[in-house]
């Protein structure tokens, strides 16, 4: 804007001028602005450099260096910005569990969890555990027993399952398990409860439920 | 989300710093409630201090048999710890209740005492609620608040205090370790929440200039311990009605309620009669209850759940 208004305009002059007004008059006439603009007022500081970090990580075995925005999530930094969509966005408030990525081994909502956090971490996600050519044994599980049907809630289930298989052979307890000096045996009902943080509301839990008892059998065998 | 400055503390020192020069500063644990609300802009902090990396996820035996619980210790570790399972495990079984595996693995001790209610007029930012914007109203009051409080309310709320842990924790009479610049100090964690009282904005006693290092729990008491939880699915859901109680052989028992109040509900001079005429302590112990339509099977919930645990250790 390089004309100013007049100290005292008309009618027919103020009118004018805001009819033809370009961006950076006024923010809240957002109607006239084209939608880049807007864009710009919305998120004004995203170009700050003082809301941006620096972090090192690993994912599915590749080291990494990006810079993001302070805001970004685990969860976006995986599918935003490294394009690893298999990790699914959910509710993004760590009440469905299709997020669920695991740290260090650990599972975690990736939603609920800010990327500049992990610093040095070792992430896998389900693009980490098996390719379509070589599935994970636990993958070739759940196509086997039929565990989804729109699919959606998988990565997170598969991810979830396997961190959960991990806290059992350490000896985690559940809100189930019936006296916590004993250790825990993997029951049916262990798994159902160990898994609720997973939602699938297609309601193929029973099969879900079949390939993880089977790898997990599986598992204990072979060990 | 607004955006924010993001300082990764190096020490405890650092953090407190860090804290003191900015009054809209937060400290950041596991995250799993504080991102949550951020997302929602109900927390807009200018700085995140992270103070995941400051040696705070240590639990220690302390000299006289007691056990300091750093504030960066998860939930899962902390239900997990033998110790805890052996000794307290009232606590442990109240942490298996709450939320689900993954969250347990990311939030921290420190951070479950500080949840915020879940209250959906809290949570939903075009609803009125004065716990998030005082002086706004209470949109809950007619509303929906099968969830909320009946004990410890008043006109400005009637939200309920989320967290399973701390009810245990209070049946076992743990302290608060709160450190500032200034210095240290130790609070029960009976006087660690506010409850309402006409400013619902405030939770707890915390100051913003202080962090939670640890929680400080007293030697073993012994005795039989319950975790009882009522909600409405099986897993991963907040108490409808929650107690955490412990019986000793001598006869005498303590309870602490979830899901009746702004805070963990305890009692304690009414506690004698838990054992001998649970009429009298349950009319002692929820005097001045205020029910809505929605909730007012809570009093008669939580009475049900007492007697369960009563015949429940009858037959051990």
């Known amino acids: 804007m390089s004309s100013k208004p007049p100290s005292n305009p008309s009618r027919r002059e103020f009118i004018k001028l805001t009819s033809t007004a370009g961006a950076g008059v006024a923010a809240t006439v957002t109607t006239q602005l084209p939608s880049a603009a807007l864009v710009e007022i919305s998120v004004p500081t995203i170009h700050e450099k003082a809301f941006h970090r620096k972090v090192n990580l690993t994912i599915n075995d590749i080291d990494l260096s990006v810079e993001l925005d302070t805001r970004t999530s685990l969860l976006d930094l995986l599918r935003e910005k490294l394009k690893l969509t298999g990790t699914k966005k959910g509710c993004d408030h760590g009440q469905c569990g299709a997020c669920t990525v695991l740290v260090n081994g650990t599972r975690i909502n990736a939603c609920l969890s800010l990327a500049v956090m992990h610093e040095g971490d070792n992430i896998t996600t389900v693009e980490g555990l098996g390719t379509p050519d070589n599935l994970h044994a636990l993958q070739d599980g759940f196509v086997e027993h039929d565990s989804y049907q729109c699919g959606y809630c998988t990565s997170g289930q598969l991810c979830s399952a396997l961190g959960m298989l991990t806290e059992a052979t350490q000896g985690m307890p559940s809100h189930i398990t019936p006296d916590l000096l004993i250790p825990v045996t993997l029951s049916r009902d262990e798994i159902k409860e160990r898994m609720s943080g997973n939602l699938c509301r297609c309601g193929a839990y029973q099969n879900i439920v079949n390939a993880i008892e089977e790898y997990a059998e599986r598992d204990r065998e072979t060990l | 989300m607004r955006p924010f400055n993001f300082i990764t503390a190096e020490s405890r020192e650092h953090a407190l710093k860090l804290v003191a020069d900015n009054k809209n500063a937060k400290f950041i644990g596991g995250g799993t409630n504080l991102l949550d609300l951020m997302k929602l802009e109900i927390e807009a902090p200018s700085l995140l201090i992270d103070i995941s990396r400051t040696d705070l996820g240590q639990i220690e035996k302390v000299d006289d048999g007691r056990i300091a619980i750093g504030?960066?210790?998860?939930?899962?570790?902390?239900?997990?710890?033998?110790?805890?399972?052996?000794?307290?495990?009232?606590?442990?079984?109240?942490?298996?209740?709450?939320?689900?595996?993954?969250?347990?693995?990311?939030?921290?001790?420190?951070?479950?005492?500080?949840?915020?209610?879940?209250?959906?007029?809290?949570?939903?930012?075009?609803?009125?609620?004065?716990?998030?914007?005082?002086?706004?109203?209470?949109?809950?009051?007619?509303?929906?608040?099968?969830?909320?409080?009946?004990?410890?309310?008043?006109?400005?709320?009637?939200?309920?205090?989320?967290?399973?842990?701390?009810?245990?924790?209070?049946?076992?009479?743990?302290?608060?370790?709160?450190?500032?610049?200034?210095?240290?100090?130790?609070?029960?964690?009976?006087?660690?929440?506010?409850?309402?009282?006409?400013?619902?904005?405030?939770?707890?006693?915390?100051?913003?200039?202080?962090?939670?290092?640890?929680?400080?729990?007293?030697?073993?008491?012994?005795?039989?311990?319950?975790?009882?939880?009522?909600?409405?699915?099986?897993?991963?859901?907040?108490?409808?009605?929650?107690?955490?109680?412990?019986?000793?052989?001598?006869?005498?028992?303590?309870?602490?309620?979830?899901?009746?109040?702004?805070?963990?509900?305890?009692?304690?001079?009414?506690?004698?009669?838990?054992?001998?005429?649970?009429?009298?302590?349950?009319?002692?112990?929820?005097?001045?209850?205020?029910?809505?339509?929605?909730?007012?099977?809570?009093?008669?919930?939580?009475?049900?759940?007492?007697?369960?645990?009563?015949?429940?250790?009858?037959?051990?």
């Not at chain 2, 130790?186 to 660690?192: C, E, K, L, R, S």
């Open chain 2, 71 to 316: 504030a960066s210790v998860t939930n899962s570790a902390l239900a997990a710890n033998m110790d805890v399972r052996r000794d307290y495990p009232v606590l442990s079984r109240a942490l298996l209740a709450g939320a689900s595996g993954q969250l347990r693995n990311k939030a921290t001790t420190g951070g479950n005492l500080l949840q915020r209610t879940r209250c959906q007029y809290f949570y939903d930012t075009a609803q009125a609620c004065n716990k998030r914007l005082p002086g706004s109203g209470c949109s809950a009051k007619g509303g929906f608040s099968r969830q909320l409080a009946v004990l410890d309310i008043d006109d400005s709320c009637i939200a309920s205090f989320p967290s399973d842990m701390a009810v245990a924790l209070r049946v076992l009479d743990a302290e608060i370790e709160l450190v500032s610049l200034s210095g240290t100090r130790m609070v029960p964690i009976g006087d660690f929440y506010s409850g309402t009282s006409m400013q619902p904005h405030i939770d707890t006693v915390l100051k913003h200039d202080e962090l939670i290092t640890r929680i400080i729990l007293p030697r073993p008491l012994g005795g039989s311990h319950f975790y009882e939880k009522v909600r409405d699915r099986a897993s991963y859901a907040f108490a409808i009605v929650s107690a955490a109680m412990v019986f000793q052989p001598d006869g005498s028992a303590r309870v602490a309620f979830g899901g009746l109040a702004p805070k963990p509900w305890r009692v304690e001079f009414a506690e004698k009669l838990l054992t001998t005429d649970i009429d009298e302590y349950v009319r002692l112990a929820f005097s001045g209850a205020r029910a809505t339509h929605e909730n007012q099977f809570k009093i008669p919930l939580a009475k049900q759940i007492l007697k369960t645990l009563i015949s429940k250790h009858r037959e051990l």
